[in-house]
């Protein structure tokens, strides 16, 4: 008996039923557990932008401000003093000189009364309006008309009704620069009827909404730097082809977002495509590719210098995580960082070093040959390492011996005989060792700092190889072993500081 009202829960296992009671449908509920009914005493409806403000603020019409009243706080048995607490509260109470204001979880349902905002809080550049009871764009548009220099706005966790036409373009959002729309169900094609009405538009935030497919953004958001479209399920790859030719786009994060490929067909192998002109930061971690040809694929993306990629299939082909580092970078030209690591020049010279020596045994199944003439390696080669001709440009083609398979670890085969000198000094005599192969060029140096007495960080070696007289080859890399740079018996380390 009585009146009852129908509600579905943002979390639909709070609820007992679809909005059916005793076989009659009241409302319709998206879930089989997702609605209840209530008394109409029990809801609330909200309040306006203005008396949200003031109740976050502390600032009532008759409420007086008492010094010293909220600088003292009690944990268990002490008691602590926030120093500034009242010219801070003081400060925060004065709403026409607040710049940044947060309503969140306010119960903010309308704008309120006509240019109220605008009189009270005259100096507003960024507002969070996020987890309310905004329940239309329209309710967004009069609160954001009384705000004239609005830059940035978070709406996030409201369930809005979203222009279903194109939107006439006004000054309301004419200074607006950052959007957050996370979890406000909004559909890329009403992304696009909003956006005649965002010019100035440069990060736009629209994680969890369920955009599955994506449309081409025609004479919009084409100042946009900074796109997140995280843990939305994308139907798959060639959705991205759809937002390829935004101009700006610097930031693409796609974590979690269904992606198990990518492919950019307009570019062959060693060249750029004109896709995403301007990317240079993407973030394609926690998603389902596989292959590592989407890997490859990157190299492609003119301006491409931080990748995040973790959690993705094809990271479990290689068990060994610095393995795996040096091949993505290797594969990626012109990375500067993976995985929020920098990715220093020595880094990259032994990653490409590596990959090089590595996959050289294959490339000479596939035709590749130290002659240029008879260098033809196959195209399944070349599709699986499109840049391993550039690195045998870049450092040679490997050597036969680099290539040669490993002897069986016995401590012989490991031990290589060593001469050591030291060209500036002359009158110090060369010394014989018997080096591990496996001993770090770092652990060498710290072996002549005993004989030298030089520290490490001021040595620089180098070493000539019996078989090549004349010939220096450096050694750049503290981290390396001795068998990276293919140093034998007899072969001569050189030292100088």
Wanted: proline share 6%; hydrophobic share 35%.
């Amino acid at each position: 008996s009585g009146i009852w009202l129908g509600v579905e829960w943002d979390n639909p296992q709070r609820g007992k039923h679809d909005g059916t009671y005793e076989g009659t449908q009241y409302f319709k509920c998206r879930y089989p557990k997702g609605g209840s009914f209530i008394r109409p005493n029990k809801a609330n409806f909200g309040v306006d932008f203005l008396t949200a403000v003031k109740d976050r603020y502390g600032l009532g019409d008759e409420q007086e401000v008492q010094p010293g009243t909220e600088s003292t706080f009690i944990f268990g048995k002490k008691t602590v003093e926030f120093v500034g607490m009242d010219s801070i509260a003081e400060k925060q109470r004065q709403l026409n000189q607040l710049v940044d204001i947060s309503v969140r979880e306010c119960a903010v349902s309308h704008a309120g009364q006509k240019e109220e905002i605008s009189r009270t809080c005259a100096n507003i550049k960024h507002v969070n309006l996020s987890k309310n009871l905004i329940s239309s764009w329209e309710t967004v548009t009069a609160i954001a008309s009384e705000i004239q220099n609005l830059e940035t706005l978070i709406i996030s966790e409201n369930k809005m009704k979203f222009p279903s036409t194109p939107t006439s373009v006004s000054s309301v959002f004419s200074k607006l620069r950052i959007l957050a729309l996370n979890q406000t169900e909004i559909t890329w094609t009403e992304v696009l009827f909003c956006a005649p009405g965002w010019p100035a538009l440069e990060e736009l935030y629209l994680t969890s909404n369920n955009i599955t497919v994506l449309e081409r953004p025609e004479n919009v958001l084409q100042t946009l730097k900074l796109l997140d479209l995280s843990d939305n399920q994308l139907q798959d790859g060639n959705q991205l082809h759809l937002i390829a030719h935004l101009p700006r786009l610097e930031q693409l994060i796609l974590r979690n977002s269904g992606i198990s490929s990518i492919c950019f067909p307009d570019a062959g192998f060693g060249f750029k495509t004109k896709m995403f002109p301007s990317l240079k930061h993407l973030a394609i971690n926690d998603n389902k590719i596989s292959q590592w040809s989407s890997i490859n694929e990157l190299d492609k993306l003119p301006s491409l210098r931080s990748l995040q990629c973790q959690n993705n299939p094809f990271t479990d082909t290689e068990k060994n995580p610095e393995t795996l580092r040096q091949l993505i970078i290797a594969k990626i030209s012109q990375l500067e960082v993976l995985n929020k690591c920098e990715i220093l020049p020595a880094e990259r010279r032994g990653a490409e070093l590596d990959y090089r020596k590595i996959f050289g045994s294959e490339w000479i199944a596939a035709g590749g040959n130290w002659d240029p003439e008879k260098n033809n390696p196959s195209e399944e080669f070349l599709a699986a390492h499109p840049r391993y001709p550039s690195l045998c440009l870049k450092y040679g083609a490997p050597e036969e011996g680099e290539l040669k398979g490993q002897q069986p670890l016995t401590l012989k085969n490991q031990l290589l005989t060593l001469t050591i000198k030291c060209p500036e000094k002359p009158e110090q005599k060369p010394v014989q060792k018997k080096l591990p192969e496996s001993m770090t060029i770092q652990r060498v140096k710290g072996l002549l700092y005993r004989l030298l007495k030089i520290p490490g960080s001021e040595l620089k070696l180098s070493y000539e190889s019996s078989k090549l007289e004349g010939k220096e080859v450096e050694l750049d890399n503290d981290l390396k072993p001795l068998q990276f740079y293919s140093i034998e018996n007899g072969d001569c380390v050189l030292v100088r500081w």
